[in-house]
């Protein structure tokens, strides 16, 4: 791998395989260009390596913040992402590899040591909520090793809707869209979309059922609202 920042394990069932893409330097188009088409690249050049030190010195000092400094810390995510809604807060460490590609909407919440491997844009709507140790990453290698020679990866956009509740070590990997309101469980690996509306959870993520009016009533289990 050529860049400083790791991906998790290959989804298998949607990360390409060998094809008539498998040059990732064919001379057709610009390192940025196959990034933003979904095609294989290898990450040096055309300033990316510098992009993702400023990253790194930003978050160098975010993640180093006094704690009692809201301020400081929301002019540094202004400065760090792409962009940033009103009240948004994450709480240190954060990691991600250029910050310039998340988009992150009002309201927006995420506990300790969320990951973003932003290599390419991730879209997030308002008042979403992330528990700790969530992984994004819109970046695979591809499963055959001679497409993998170099460092060779491809990125994809993950989109997450507004109203988004994700539970603790959840993995999202590319390509993923996750619907208005809904709830991923702890622990799960999401590769591939979850509509709106539903409880999502394991590995493979898969709905487990829709988000329904008992559910205004009772908030876990048999606990009910008072």
Excluded at 23 to 40: P, V
Excluded at 52 to 60: A, V
Excluded at 65 to 84: C, F, N, Q, T, Y
Excluded at 198 to 226: H, M, Q, S
Aim: charged residues 25%; negative net charge; aromatic residues 6%.
């Amino acid at each position: 791998m050529t860049s400083p920042h790791a991906h998790p394990e290959p989804d298998t069932e949607s990360v390409p395989g060998p094809g008539p893409d498998a040059d990732a330097h064919d001379g057709s188009a610009s390192i940025r260009e196959r990034m933003r088409t979904g095609r294989l690249y290898t990450d040096h050049g055309e300033g990316l390596d510098e992009e993702r030190q400023r990253c790194q010195e930003l978050l160098y000092d975010y993640n180093r913040s006094r704690p009692g400094d809201a301020e400081g810390r929301r002019a540094l995510l202004a400065e760090l992402l792409g962009s940033v809604g009103e009240n948004a807060w994450i709480e240190p460490p954060l990691r991600c590899a250029y910050g310039s590609n998340i988009h992150i909407g009002a309201d927006f919440y995420a506990n300790f040591n969320l990951v973003v491997v932003d290599d390419i844009d991730v879209h997030i709507g308002d008042r979403v909520m992330m528990a700790p140790n969530v992984t994004i990453t819109p970046t695979g290698h591809p499963v055959h090793p001679e497409l993998r020679f170099g460092g060779r990866q491809f990125s994809l956009p993950v989109r997450i809707g507004n109203d988004v509740w994700i539970g603790s070590n959840v993995v999202v990997l590319p390509g993923v869209t996750i619907g208005d309101g809904s709830v991923v469980g702890a622990g799960s690996v999401v590769t591939k979309d979850v509509p709106e509306n539903v409880v999502a959870v394991g590995n493979p993520c898969r709905v487990l059922r829709p988000i329904t009016d008992r559910d205004r009533e009772f908030y876990f289990r048999d606990r009910k609202v008072d």
